[in-house]
């Protein structure tokens, strides 16, 4: 079965601390991977995505995720979060050749100052 | 307007009432899709067009009615509704072909 599994519901990190965000996948092989951002009362934007290639890539404002095979995942990182950075984010996969886009349940960020 | 847009961004119906959910693109994209956003639960993918084909329907319920006049424009028709088909409904739309599906505002649809 293809899905998508994010363990932590919510995260709270103070402001420029250091954040990993967890994904991890199901799939019989290597999907295309997504990270988007939700804002309150906004649709997503896309931080990233993977394709093939370089494991290691990189996203707008910052973020970073790491694609490992071996452990079915791809965590989100971002070295100082900004206050701006609350949200909620989401990882999805797709599987080759089709149009659907499977999400995780997300993960919802809070940033202290 | 640029990008992805979705009118009303607000709805209260009741469950007798017969509404319509509005989506435009203006990214010259060829696909769009209706996603379901509950709380706690993952995106829910409705509905797939590609050239204006439905080519998706993930058994969504028909009190759901998709309608996709043209490339640029999406609708979801809705009546009769339950209560817990109060959620956020998120259009996307991207190039068929290309993975990265840019998504709209949402419109949040309380059902009383």
């Known amino acids: 079965a293809q899905s998508v599994t994010q363990p932590d519901i919510h995260i709270t990190v103070s402001e420029g601390a250091s954040l990993e965000l967890r994904c991890n996948y199901s799939?019989?092989?290597?999907?295309?991977l997504f990270w988007y951002v939700q804002s309150p009362g906004q649709g997503l934007q896309l931080l990233l995505k993977?394709?093939?290639?370089?494991?290691l890539v990189q996203g707008i404002k910052g973020f970073e995720a790491e694609f490992k095979r071996s452990q079915s995942s791809f965590n989100l990182r971002k070295p100082s979060v900004h206050w701006s950075d609350a949200a909620e984010y989401f990882c999805?996969?797709?599987?080759?050749?089709?149009?659907?886009?499977?999400f995780g349940t997300g993960t919802r960020l809070q940033v202290f100052p | 307007e640029t990008g992805v847009t979705q009118t009303p961004r607000h709805l209260v119906m009741g469950m007798t009432n017969k509404k319509s959910l509005k989506c435009e693109q203006h990214?010259?994209?060829?696909?769009m899709y209706w996603y379901k956003q509950s709380a706690k639960k993952p995106l829910e993918l409705m509905f797939v067009?590609?050239?204006?084909?439905?080519?998706e329907n993930n058994s969504v319920p028909s009190r759901f009615s998709p309608e996709c006049p043209n490339s640029s424009h999406l609708f979801l028709h809705l009546h009769t509704l339950q209560p817990e088909d109060s959620a956020l409904y998120l259009c996307?739309?991207?190039?068929?072909?290309?993975?990265?599906?840019?998504f709209g505002p949402g419109t949040r649809l309380t059902v009383l």
């Open positions: 067009y590609s050239l204006e084909e439905r080519v």
């Open positions: 996307a739309s991207s190039q068929d072909g290309d993975n990265e599906q840019f």
């Open positions: 999805a996969l797709r599987p080759y050749n089709t149009d659907k886009l499977i």
């Open positions: 993977y394709f093939s290639g370089d494991t």
């Open positions: 990214l010259g994209h060829n696909a």
């Open positions: 799939y019989g092989a290597t999907p295309y």
